[in-house]
């Protein structure tokens, strides 16, 4: 029989968003109530793990923090231990042997990695090195494979709604065009939800294609029928016609160093160009990762938590916990590593929306 677990490290990786204190409290309490597992807090993502910055995370430690947004432990997008930036020289060098040597020194015999895609990529190929990992997916763009909803996400969806509610009166009283960009990357889900749920009039999102003629024609239309107003909801992801993304920096350190934002801007100045109606754009930024987390995010985040401390008793190593069709699965992190869960353009969410009169600017 092999030896049971007894001492084990968690991190947070990637961006931070609501619900990642829910999953590190679930995941402490239930390693300290069901296992009797000691768990360890690494600071800063990986990076404390290169540079050994570790704190216990005891059960008075993880008490107190569900409702908290954030994380306790810190996060970095930029630190892999294969390809570390020394000192924020640009001076990148792998140190993963003392990430492991650190891991070992520590007295650590597994690893709860909470992140996205390029946290639990680092988390595989830590596995080659001896390192035995369990992932949690963590993003408010909802666009992990391997579970049909991320924790955070919900979160995100309710500031963008609360936003769309406090747009649509300035919207209204100054008969105007208000634009609004959601975050999401190259995903559409955060615009998709969150107009639906704030009553978006059209839509843009990356994965359908949308002409500016029918958005201006749409806000026209509206006009014709008495509604002086339009609410449009746009992804950050979405392209330019000339096939161009608006770009707002480059994060040269991180793993996707594109920075998306602005597309609004350039809407709202082509609409008034093409239409003669004011539009003003408002782009929502960081605000969606910000606050605490819904209650429908704090339970998925303790259910993955849960489910993933006892995926990581049992040994179920290399595994990313899940929600899909309703029910807590694991998928192994290599089937979910370099892939995107796009909203499908003939979901039924997407012909409900038509039906309630929203245009996704395609028809
Ligand atoms: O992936 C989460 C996310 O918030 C994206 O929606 C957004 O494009 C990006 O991260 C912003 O990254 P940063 O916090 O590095 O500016």
Not at 16 to 24: E, Q
Not at 225 to 246: H, N, T
Not at 256 to 262: A, K, Q
Request: overall charge neutral; proline content about 3%; aromatic content about 6%.
């Amino acid at each position: 029989m092999t030896a049971k677990i007894s001492k084990i490290g968690i991190l947070t990786g990637g961006g931070d968003c609501p619900g990642l204190n829910a999953v590190i409290r679930a995941v402490a309490k239930t390693a300290i109530n069901d296992y009797g597992i000691q768990c360890i807090g690494i600071k800063d993502g990986f990076e404390g793990l290169v540079l050994n910055k570790m704190i216990d995370l005891s059960y008075e430690n993880v008490s107190g923090i569900l409702n908290l947004g954030g994380t306790i432990l810190g996060t970095s997008n930029r630190a892999d231990p294969f390809n570390f930036d020394i000192e924020n020289t640009g001076n990148k060098q792998d140190l993963s042997s003392q990430a492991v040597d650190n891991f070992h020194k520590a007295g650590l015999q597994a690893l709860m990695c909470i992140g996205g895609d390029g946290t639990l990529s680092i988390a595989y190929n830590l596995m080659q090195k001896g390192i035995p990992c369990v992932g949690v997916p963590k993003t408010i763009d909802n666009d992990l494979f391997g579970t049909d909803i991320t924790f955070g996400f919900d979160s995100a969806v309710h500031i963008i709604t609360e936003a769309l509610d406090r747009l649509h009166t300035t919207a209204q009283s100054h008969h105007r065009v208000m634009i609004v960009e959601t975050m999401g990357r190259y995903a559409g889900w955060l615009a998709l939800y969150g107009g639906i749920a704030g009553g978006g009039d059209i839509i843009i999102i990356p994965e359908i294609d949308y002409s500016l003629e029918t958005v201006c024609e749409r806000v026209h239309e509206r006009n014709k029928k008495g509604k002086r107003f339009s609410i449009i909801v746009i992804s950050e992801g979405v392209k330019m016609p000339s096939g161009d993304y608006q770009i707002k920096t480059r994060d040269e350190g991180s793993h996707d160093p594109i920075r998306l934002g602005g597309i609004s801007i350039w809407l709202a100045r082509k609409i008034e160009k093409m239409t003669g109606i004011a539009a003003r754009a408002t782009v929502l930024g960081h605000l969606q990762r910000g606050g605490s987390p819904t209650s429908t995010d704090r339970v998925l985040a303790t259910q993955f938590g849960q489910v993933a401390m006892k995926n990581l008793a049992e040994k179920n190593f290399g595994v990313m916990v899940g929600m899909n069709c309703g029910e807590l699965t694991t998928t192994p992190i290599p089937d979910i590593a370099n892939k995107q869960r796009l909203v499908g353009p003939n979901l039924p969410i997407i012909e409900i929306a038509r039906s309630v009169g929203t245009s996704f600017g395609d028809i």
